[in-house]
């Protein structure tokens, strides 16, 4: 598991909880594997209680699994509630961006440039957490654009299961469709075509489904159920 350092005026639990959800969205904490309470404090440096208030509140949005006088489990990536939480986002997304289209300042568009360029240096390596981070930025970025952030937040937890595939399908399928997503945005907004990058975004929030096949095949025992239609 990857320690995470702990921020300034951060409660015990909140730490817990950020640097739990870190590790199921990297990957570390493997889909169905089994977490101690105890081991999870001692690797923290933090007593039982915020770790195991931690788990109860992962456990409110389906990432773990919490077993009475048993234990705790990494839930396994479900494809209803990846599906469920890609038709949020896409549902904000595309409004998000149709906005941006007429509110992205030359500043605005500087800053996502800067993104693409820092998700270029990583493109092809082995840094997938780093990649996933660039890429939430950029989309972060959108939603600042348009005075959304608290939006952006609210989404965070449900936003998980989607982020674990798309985490593990940069380390399965390794391409650059992605970035030449990102890249096609960008213009699109420069342009001011709301509708070109409603389609973009449509897209690019569906890669995913493109790669689960592939995903499935090299990494089935992360998944917990098969969709009806792939």
């Known amino acids: 598991m990857i320690i995470l350092e702990r921020n300034n005026r951060e409660t015990a639990s909140d730490y817990a909880l950020r640097v739990i959800r870190f590790n199921i969205i990297s990957l570390n904490l493997v889909p169905g594997s089994l977490v101690s309470e105890n081991e999870l404090a001692k690797e923290l440096g933090i007593s039982r209680t915020p770790v195991r208030e931690a788990l109860i509140d992962l456990s409110k949005i389906k990432l773990v699994e919490i077993y009475p006088q048993k234990g705790s489990c990494i839930s396994l990536i479900n494809h209803q509630l990846v599906e469920e939480a890609r038709f949020v986002r896409l549902l904000l997304e595309s409004a998000i961006v149709e906005e941006a289209c007429e509110l992205a300042s030359t500043k605005d568009i500087l800053l996502l440039e800067e993104n693409i360029r820092l998700q270029e240096m990583y493109q092809g390596q082995n840094y997938e957490d780093k990649q996933l981070k660039l890429d939430n930025e950029f989309h972060e970025l959108l939603f600042t654009i348009c005075n959304k952030q608290f939006t952006y937040n609210l989404l965070t ?74």
Do not use: W
Request: hydrophobic share 30%; charged share 35%.
């Open 157 to 230: 937890g449900m936003m998980t299961h989607f982020d674990r595939v798309r985490r593990l399908s940069l380390s399965v399928v390794r391409d650059s469709k992605i970035l030449a997503d990102h890249k096609a945005l960008v213009d699109s907004i420069k342009r001011k075509d709301s509708q070109g990058a409603k389609e973009i975004i449509t897209k690019h929030l569906s890669r995913y489904q493109l790669d689960e096949e592939e995903l499935r095949k090299n990494y089935g025992d992360y998944f917990k159920n098969k969709p009806s239609v792939l």
